[in-house]
């Protein structure tokens, strides 16, 4: 339970994304991949993996140290600068601001309360 609180936590980081009058899927190809980050919960830590395919399907799983696991498929579409993924587990839709570093093999994402996760392609 406490990976599932964590995983929304990390979720939540993000700005809720606003609804949008267009129902196409928007998707820049350079954010499909599989991409990783470590995150924490303050006691344990996880490798967390993204998996985006360029359907706008993807996953999320987490690894912790302590060898717990959990795993998570979602949708996500993306602007220039924004993405937005919605999770299957909690339907919950986030979306943080976007940049592209490192011949498009690092993603640094930035939260609406200014935190920055740093993603590299796997």
């Keep these: 339970m406490k990976k599932l609180l964590l995983l929304t936590f990390v979720f939540t980081l993000f700005a809720c994304s ?7 899927i928007s998707i820049n190809s350079d954010l499909v991949g599989a991409w990783e980050t470590t995150i924490t919960d303050g006691v344990s830590t996880a490798e ?9 399907t993807g996953s999320v799983s987490n690894l912790w140290d ?3 696991t959990f795993y998570s498929q979602l949708t996500w579409s ?5 993405i937005t993924f919605t999770t299957l587990v909690n339907d919950e839709t986030d979306s943080g ?24 392609r796997i």
Excluded: K
């Design 18 to 24: 606003g609804g949008d009058d267009d129902n196409s």
């Design 48 to 56: 967390q993996v993204f998996t985006l395919n360029a359907d706008g």
């Design 97 to 120: 601001e976007y940049q592209l570093s490192n011949n498009n093999n690092t993603c640094t994402i930035t939260t609406s309360e200014g935190d920055v996760i740093i993603f590299t």
């Design 66 to 68: 302590d060898g717990e």
């Design 78 to 82: 993306s602007t220039s600068t924004t």
